[in-house]
């Protein structure tokens, strides 16, 4: 008699997206997540990657739709016609021998926010301070505000970003004299909407000069700036 001793190395992977999450117009795409098979076993099987609770309009794909760990796969995801809202999808690598692992796609169908209002320019003394309102956030959280600006009118490109909830700024780096024209857009997890009407604003300076009166002789001072003597 022989006796033949028969180890079986159990089969066992872990299952990882990166990222974890994503945002897409109601038809629009691509976006894609890396969907990655780890091997923690001695041995390797063929894994095959497959989705669930998959709402209406979207669709998604695999570059890959089968490895053998350690190996990634290309999720790429698009949309036609989807409603807006927040979407959890499961995404699954099965092995051939029925081993499973599940993980957790998280999908924001939304349009990017409506156009910005309300802009105002106020002018000062070397700056230009300007505010606006919260605009409509299609669906997404606005994440910051896109300031344009221009020395003529049409001309505006892009001077810097503020991080929502913030919905002013002051422009600094003016000089005193000179004509800014300014536009503001908001942007959120899917894009960015469109620019606000232009406004402009002229700074000035705070200082002082003195005038003569020749018909009284009286010398008397004023504010340079948008000040009429009459």
């Known amino acids: ?50 989705y669930s609770s998959l709402p209406s309009g979207v669709s998604i794909s695999f570059g890959s739709p089968s490895c053998e760990p350690t190996c990634t796969s290309t999720m790429t995801v698009t949309t036609s016609g989807a409603s807006i809202g927040e979407y959890s999808i499961d995404i699954t690598g099965t092995a051939v021998g029925g081993t499973a692992r599940t993980q957790t796609y998280t999908l ?47 001309g505006e490109t892009h001077l810097t970003y503020v991080s929502a909830p913030t919905t002013n700024y002051t422009d ?28 402009s604003a002229t700074p000035w300076s705070h200082g002082s000069q003195t005038f003569t009166y020749t018909g009284s002789q009286q010398t008397f001072t004023v504010p340079v700036g948008p000040t009429s003597i009459t």
């Open 108 to 154: 924001t169908v939304a349009n990017v926010p409506a156009q910005v209002t309300d802009l105002t320019a106020t002018a000062g003394d070397g700056e230009v301070s300007l505010s606006w309102s919260e605009p409509d956030d299609g669906g997404s959280p606005i994440t910051q505000y896109r300031i344009y600006r221009g020395t003529s009118s049409g």
């Open 172 to 199: 600094t780096a003016v000089s005193n004299g000179t004509t800014y024209y300014y536009k503001v857009s908001a942007i959120n997890a899917v894009g960015e909407g469109a620019q606000s009407a232009e406004v």
């Open 1 to 50: 008699t022989i006796t033949y001793t028969l180890t079986v190395d159990p089969f066992d992977f872990s299952l990882t997206l990166s990222p974890t999450s994503g945002a897409i117009l109601p038809t629009g795409g691509p976006v894609t997540a890396d969907v990655t098979a780890t091997l923690v076993s001695p041995v390797t099987q063929s894994v095959s990657f497959s």
